[in-house]
């Protein structure tokens, strides 16, 4: 096993950071580290936002949730679907990508491009010292989000990612067993051995909680799913991406 490989399967988020800033020098190879990664057609769909004023990270981390670490970390990087610039690229040449960049497929690439760039600067960030945190709250509120960074339409926020000195170490997350995860060549359907993966893991992640919370926390995975997702949470994102300029034909 190689120190990449290390550092990948080391991964844990980390939700307290010193009070240490990134060094430009450090973002900015965090950010080339974000474009080496694959992207589909090379389109680059993606924007990154450095969020380094204060006021605005505070206002960020109540949007998200009141959650401390997007206001006290040592860089705060927003990622974001983004065909602005083709838009722009177009009009050089007098032609229009407006068709195109409506669709759902193209939205997909948008995301999927945005994904994989983040997950590059995460794996950097660890291989730095450093530690990370994605952050899906910011899309609590995606209007707001939006102002406080001035996104122009073909611009969504999709995630947040907190990127700093740790000031804590936790264990790590344990993930769901190789089986349930990993098909050859067809998907496995046995409900018995599927759900017999997941009681397994069920073991697993309750001793996880106990041992985290001193046994004040002791649910298993999918009891935590069966619940969690019973609720359909940010429900305006259709009407959000529609306003801009995301119809998802």
């Not at 060094?23 to 589909?40: C, D």
């Not at 990127?163 to 067809?186: F, M, S, T, W």
Request: proline share 4%.
């Amino acid at each position: 096993m190689n120190e990449t490989i290390e550092t990948i399967l080391e991964h844990r988020s980390i939700r307290s950071f010193k009070d240490e800033p990134l060094t430009n020098e450090q973002v900015h190879t965090l950010v080339k580290a974000a474009q080496a990664a694959s992207t589909s057609s090379y389109i680059q769909a993606y924007s990154i936002i450095g969020v380094k004023d204060q006021e605005k990270k505070k206002k960020l981390a109540q949007l998200a949730g009141n959650q401390s670490y997007v206001e006290k970390n040592g860089h705060f990087f927003v990622f974001c679907a983004d065909y602005n610039r083709h838009h722009a690229a177009a009009e050089m040449h007098g032609t229009s990508v407006k068709e195109t960049t409506e669709s759902t497929e193209k939205f997909m690439v948008g995301l999927i491009d945005a994904a994989l760039a983040a997950q590059n600067a995460s794996i950097a960030a660890e291989s730095m010292g450093l530690g990370i945190c994605y952050i899906g709250g910011i899309r609590n509120d995606l209007e707001e989000v939006s102002d406080v960074l001035q996104l122009p339409d073909y611009v969504v926020p999709l995630f947040g990612l907190c990127v700093g000195y740790p000031a804590q170490d936790p264990n790590i997350k344990p993930r769901l067993p190789l089986e349930n995860i990993y098909h050859v060549d067809e998907y496995e359907q046995n409900p018995d051995a599927f759900k017999e993966g997941l009681r397994k893991y069920d073991e697993t992640i309750s001793a996880y909680y106990s041992d985290r919370t001193s046994g004040e926390r002791t649910v298993g995975w999918s009891s935590l799913m069966a619940h969690k997702l019973t609720k359909p949470v940010r429900t305006y994102m259709k009407k959000f991406l529609k306003k801009k300029g995301f119809p998802l034909n």
